[in-house]
Each structure stands twice: as structure tokens, then as C-alpha cells.
């Protein structure tokens, strides 16, 4: 499975965007997919994973009620809408896919098989 996330750029303090994450493969619906943030500086964090069928969602604390993380299994493609931005969400955004099994070990960084290269979004203050 290959991984290309698109949708980044500049947006004000309070605006939104939405990152796209098109996998290429026939075997995309098999797997749970999680999107990761690293900012200048620090590690890498979790943002969002979603599971095969997109009926579950999990969500970092920091990003819970502003962003939503969906799929369309027909599109082989995983969203991330962000919404009201804030500075500190300045980052280059990373999709990644597990098999479906490990999507309630997204969160803690297990179960990556794939990555994407990453997409920038820089929310200016």
C-alpha cells in the first residue's frame, strides 16, 4: 500500500482544512488507518485513527470536537477535516495504515505498516 496525503497550506487562527490521504492497493478497506502530527521540534503524535469499516473513531484530546477523521473505502481514500485551527496545530500531518486488527493500538504508535509522506499545514496566529 502506498500513501499520499495532500491538503495542507497556510490558514488563518480559526479556519479549516481538509487533508486528503489516497492509498493505491486493492486491499485498502482491510486496513485501519490513523493520521499522526509532527511539530518543529518535537516527537511525532497521534491525531486520529478510524477503523476499517469507519464505523469507530478515536481522537487526541487536543483534537477532539475540531477535527473529524472519515473514509471512503470506494475512493481508497481517508480524511481529515480540521476545523477552528489553532497556532499550536502547526504541523506536517501523516497518514499511516494498520492492519485492521491493530486499530486500537493507532493511538499508542503499534500496528503502522504504511506511511505517507507528509502534507504541512501552518496556522498563523
Known amino acids: 500500500v502506498q500513501l499520499q496525503a495532500s491538503g495542507g497550506g497556510l490558514v488563518q487562527a480559526g479556519g479549516s482544512l481538509r487533508l486528503s490521504c489516497a492509498a493505491s492497493?486493492?486491499?485498502?478497506?482491510?486496513?485501519?488507518m490513523g493520521w499522526f502530527r509532527q511539530a518543529p521540534g518535537k516527537e511525532r503524535e497521534f491525531v486520529a485513527a478510524?477503523?476499517?469499516?469507519?464505523?469507530?473513531?478515536y481522537y487526541a484530546d487536543s483534537v477532539k470536537g475540531r477535527f473529524t477523521i472519515s473514509r471512503d473505502n470506494a475512493k481508497n481514500t481517508v480524511y481529515l477535516q480540521m476545523n477552528s485551527l489553532k497556532p499550536e496545530d502547526t504541523a506536517v500531518y501523516y497518514c499511516a495504515a494498520a492492519p485492521g486488527t491493530y486499530y486500537s493500538g493507532i493511538s499508542r504508535g503499534y500496528g503502522m505498516d504504511y506511511w505517507g509522506k507528509g502534507t504541512l499545514v501552518t496556522v498563523s496566529s
Open positions: 492497493g486493492r486491499t485498502f478497506s482491510s486496513y485501519a
Open positions: 478510524i477503523s476499517t469499516s469507519g464505523g469507530s473513531t
